[in-house]
């Protein structure tokens, strides 16, 4: 079964040629056909370097992504995962930007919270809000997917993880998307350190209230749990749960809308997960292989070599899930999407090593239980007619626009 190139707005070849020499993963025409320039990339090495944001390398390959994502001690998380650097910059991200050991320390925290019998409490919570959201469309014969589903769905998870009003969502995303997908609009960075300054604050505050007032939940765990025998100071929950609000929001639904769009212009797709159900969790990791979304910074902590490449200390390497996951070493006719890859599940889209995203449970869970409901309750949908979907591009790829589609 053929899936299609991304591309949305084909580029010239001068184009493709002049992006594969000067990457920036932040241009919005690279944005509308990056696989296109990610294969002229592949064509010139393992390793190359790029010009933009004083000068980066980045890998082409899997296996020098894999092995860069893991060795944190020769490319570590600091001074920030994003190029150029914004958001962590000065407060780190926790866990995603501490490095062991004492990375470890967030680790033990979070994790119990996102796994086993915890994770499986919230799928019938996670059932409820997305058949809620179904319900707001199903008879309409077609809805915008951004707008219905898949920007509401994991933001009221978010909100039910932390106990806030389903009222503040809207402003939860707007503070999302101005800290994620702002650079390209206002290079300055100003609406990125304005968001920032007022969501921590917001999370600064509710930690304060839940310090007070108890309550449960993954605040309430956080504030009680010791970890080595120690608590969690406020400052630490509140990075903490900035973390888990930048990733919870914005790569789950930007994982949901790159797998409808895909899925509303390859019907054949569709109807096999309508027909067997059972199919739906590796058809999962074949479209977060198919769209791998992330990339990440890293820093070299010393001169470093990576395919073949000298890596200077200091220098930034950029990690992109989107190129490893194409790379037909591992994945063979990478373009195809087969639900019955398999090896799907080896894809990079949560990166690897010490960093893997805490959250790859619940990012699951999201993403099948949405599957499983829309293909058992909304009909044969396509894409809508004349329908132009964009992209942003950046440091997590989405669809930048709307998915309309009809039924």
């Known amino acids: 079964m053929n899936g299609e190139s991304r591309t949305l707005v084909p580029l010239t070849d001068a184009q493709i040629d002049d992006l594969a020499d000067h990457y920036d993963h932040h241009d919005p025409a690279f944005a509308q056909d990056a696989y296109r320039v990610y294969d002229a990339m592949r064509g010139k090495g393992r390793v190359v370097w790029s010009d933009r944001y004083g000068g980066f390398f980045a890998p082409t390959r899997f296996a020098e992504m894999r092995d860069a994502w893991t060795d944190w001690e020769t490319f570590a998380t600091r001074p920030s995962v994003n190029l150029p650097a ?3 910059a000065e407060r780190p991200m926790i866990p995603l930007e501490v490095d062991p050991p004492r990375h470890a320390r967030y680790r033990k925290a979070l994790a119990p919270m996102l796994a086993g019998a915890q994770l499986a409490s919230l799928e019938p919570k996670a059932r409820l809000h997305v058949n809620d959201l179904i319900d707001a469309v199903v008879d309409k014969g077609g809805c915008d997917f951004v707008a219905s589903v898949s920007s509401p769905f994991p933001t009221r998870m978010f909100m039910e993880l932390y106990g806030l009003p389903l009222e503040e ?6 503070w999302n998307h101005g800290i994620i997908h ?4 206002d290079p300055s960075l100003e609406t990125v350190k304005r968001c920032e ?3 921590l604050a917001r999370l600064a505050g ?10 449960g939940g993954i605040l309430g765990r956080l504030l009680v749990d010791q970890i080595d025998g120690e ?5 630490e929950i509140t990075d903490m749960s900035f973390q888990m609000f930048l990733a919870g929001l914005d790569t789950t639904h930007s994982a949901m809308a790159w797998q409808i ?4 212009t390859h019907l054949d797709h569709q109807r096999s997960l309508r027909e067997a159900p059972k199919t739906i969790p590796n058809a999962v990791e ?5 769209e791998g979304l992330l990339n990440v910074r890293r820093t070299a902590t010393k001169d470093a070599e990576i395919g073949g490449v000298t890596v200077p200390k200091g220098c930034p390497v950029l990690l992109s899930a989107r190129i490893a996951n194409h790379d037909p070493e591992v994945f063979p006719d990478p373009e195809l999407v087969d639900f019955e890859r398999p090896n799907a599940h080896r894809h990079l889209a949560f990166g690897s090593g010490v960093h893997r995203c805490i959250g790859v449970g619940l990012a699951r869970l999201e993403l099948r239980v949405l599957h499983e409901e829309w293909h058992r309750r909304i009909p044969e949908y396509t894409l809508a007619p004349g329908a132009k979907i964009a992209a942003w591009g950046g440091n997590l790829a989405g669809i930048a626009t709307e998915v309309p589609v009809r039924w």
């Open 286 to 290: 074949e479209l977060l292989r198919w």
């Open 197 to 199: 300054e007022e969501v």
């Open 86 to 88: 914004h958001q962590g």
């Open 182 to 185: 702002s650079h390209t609009e």
């Open 169 to 174: 969502a809207d402003q939860f995303l707007a």
């Open 261 to 264: 769009y895909f899925l509303s």
């Open 206 to 215: 509710l930690v304060a209230e839940r310090r007070r007032g108890g309550g």
């Open 231 to 235: 608590l969690l100071s406020d400052e």
